[in-house]
């Protein structure tokens, strides 16, 4: 697929079963070969607009064989051919996650003490309870509070945890990753004290006569990274190997591949998998742009790998987030009439840190959510791309959550992507006017403008920041209100809503071309890998009529190189 396809692709043009037959765009049926596996009657989204409806698919050697009617494929069944007959579910191309962070949700779902969606009361409840049967003196950790749940939507503060942990140092990270709770014992191990500077690009929130209230955000969150203490117990911890668990629980999930975060310690541990027949996931494994000079110097290339591992992009972090109130904006917040955000490099630094990755032929993702934070990585980019030419290296914006109508034609002038997560703004939107206003909040995720000036963008969770179901990014791309209460009714800014269509395109093809795949995955076509989603309904119709059932629509089966790693049926 040629480089510009990407910025002409017009993803409403997607077209779903109803078949008309099986000589496609995909290639004629070469009746010499028989299939591995059919998969019949079914809805098809096939991501791309130049293969013509279908409602079966055919799999040989692991790859897309043909697509075409039911009738027709059927010729291609042979004496070892699996037959599954859908009998109207719908088939995807297998979705990939473009931004999660894999390993430290696999932790969240099997270890760590998460309080994800609780109000003050229940998170305190759960922290006496860690207490309770953890070891003296034992470090809690928590994950996942988020304020806007609270009753007054407050940020909490020290003596809160002190009532429940008297004795316990407690450490609590909010949903975005971006601040942490502290009680006071947590604060007195690490040092941090009325006389504590804030670090660059970091905050120590205090209270009027400068002491700590136990916020801690952006960088500051590293000087609490230090303190040792007895292992806490987690409540209902699950055992076992936990990449290999967050691999089941992601396939159960509908999920073929995710982009992550990682080392290459973590490269290592796939392969290792790999090599036991346990890798059921395809990984693009990014890291972090610090240990650029040693990838140089071992000759570590991007998208060096295969199709079960490889080496992603370089990622950067520009600047923090709404919830925590540290997204570079050119406007102050609201609620804080002397804080713009936070830039966690120095402009200077961010140019240089841009160029360098792109002199020497790596992409970068660099993490960018306020509108300054969004406007000056494009500036960065651009100053690199006239210093070294383009290269096509695809940059990608992570987050890019609020984007003013001046920078939106940059993306595509830039080839750059966009790389969003659908439930950031279903979470947000409870915080967002509060932040910054509704006028500044119509700048935010900004799926049908990107869309409308044919810019591909890339879908993911950003678990366990959010949670790993696609289910509820599709749902959130179409509705754009809250899940957890249903509002706002209309849909939070709803022209920017999008169809099913293009949210699955950009679950798909969009996710797989930011990450250099799209030649084999993505969309369902003759001759790529036999990646398929399954699930057990008729999901175009179910966006059109019923579109909260989308968030309980079961996933029927995942198959990921024509070999089914997960079905409802058998639990495999």
């Known amino acids: 697929m040629k480089n510009y396809l990407i910025f002409t692709f017009i993803v409403t043009t997607i077209i779903v079963a109803g078949c008309t037959g099986g000589d496609s765009a995909s290639g004629k049926i070469d009746e010499k070969i028989l299939a591995d596996l059919l998969l019949t009657n079914a809805v098809v989204i096939t991501s791309n607009s130049s293969v013509s409806p279908c409602d079966a698919v055919a799999v040989k050697d692991g790859r897309i064989l043909s697509t075409g009617t039911t009738e027709d494929l059927m010729t291609l069944k042979g004496p070892d051919t699996e037959v599954l007959d859908m009998n109207g579910k719908t088939i995807l191309p297998g979705l990939h996650d473009a931004h999660v962070h894999f390993e430290s949700g696999a932790k969240a779902v099997t270890q760590n003490l998460s309080v994800r969606f609780m ?18 003196g034992a470090i809690i950790y928590a994950y996942h509070f988020n304020h806007a749940y609270f009753k007054d939507k407050k940020w909490p503060d020290r003596f809160q945890l002190d ?34 500077p804030d670090p660059q690009g970091g905050e120590i929130q205090r209270f009027e006569d400068g002491t700590p209230t136990g916020i801690l955000k952006e960088t500051a969150e590293e000087l609490v990274k230090n303190i040792a203490g007895p292992k806490m117990n987690v409540p209902g911890a699950a055992g076992g190997n936990i990449l290999e668990e967050g691999i089941k629980y992601a396939n159960r999930l509908g999920l073929t591949s995710v982009t992550t975060s990682g080392t290459l310690d973590l490269i290592d541990r796939l392969n290792r998998l790999k090599s ?14 610090e240990g650029i000079q040693e990838y140089l ?10 199709n079960m591992v490889k080496v992603s992009f370089l990622k950067i972090f520009c600047d923090g987030t709404i919830g925590s109130a540290t997204a570079a904006m050119f406007e102050p917040f609201n609620h804080r009439p002397d804080s713009k955000g936070l830039l966690i490099h120095p402009v200077e630094e961010l140019d240089a840190l841009i160029a360098k990755a792109h002199q020497n032929n790596w992409q970068v993702g660099v993490h960018a959510i306020g509108n300054r934070g ?16 383009k290269k096509g290296l695809r940059h990608r914006i992570e987050h890019s ?24 703004c279903t979470t947000d939107l409870l915080v967002v006017e509060d932040r910054i206003g509704s006028d500044r909040a119509r700048q935010g995720y900004r799926w049908n403008s990107f869309t409308k000036k044919g810019i591909m963008l890339a879908f993911g969770s950003d678990w366990p920041v959010e949670p790993l179901d696609p289910r509820r990014g599709l749902y959130s791309a179409v ?29 798909t093809l969009g996710s797989a071309y930011a990450s250099f795949t799209e030649q084999n995955l993505g969309s369902i076509e003759k001759g790529k890998l036999a990646d398929f989603t399954v699930f057990d309904g008729d999901l175009p119709a179910m966006a059109e009529t019923r579109k909260k059932e989308i968030l309980s629509m079961p996933v029927f089966m995942t198959i990921v190189n024509g070999k089914i790693v997960y079905s409802a049926q058998t639990q495999k």
Request: aromatic share 8%.
């Open 119 to 136: 109000n003050l009361e229940q998170i305190l409840a759960k922290i006496e309870e860690a207490v309770r049967i953890s070891p003296k």
């Open 163 to 196: 009532k429940v942990a008297p004795g316990n140092p407690v450490i609590v990270t909010r949903v975005d990753g971006h601040s942490v709770w502290l009680n006071s014992v947590a604060l007195k191990m690490a040092g941090i004290s009325k006389d504590t």
């Open 276 to 289: 036991e027949g346990k890798l059921t996931l395809r990984f693009n494994v990014w890291l972090p742009i």
């Open 297 to 306: 110097d071992k000759g570590i290339v991007m998208n060096q790998g295969d």
């Open 374 to 389: 969004v406007h000056l990585v494009l500036n960065a980019v651009e100053k690199a791309q006239q210093k070294y030419g």
């Open 401 to 424: 959550q609020f984007v003013r109508d001046v920078d939106l034609p940059r993306y595509k002038d830039l080839e750059m992507m966009p790389s969003m997560q659908p439930t950031h």
């Open 479 to 507: 509705e754009r209100k809250n899940i957890q209460n249903g509002t706002p009714e209309q849909g939070w800014f709803p022209e920017e809503q999008i169809s099913i269509y293009d949210a699955v395109t950009y679950f």
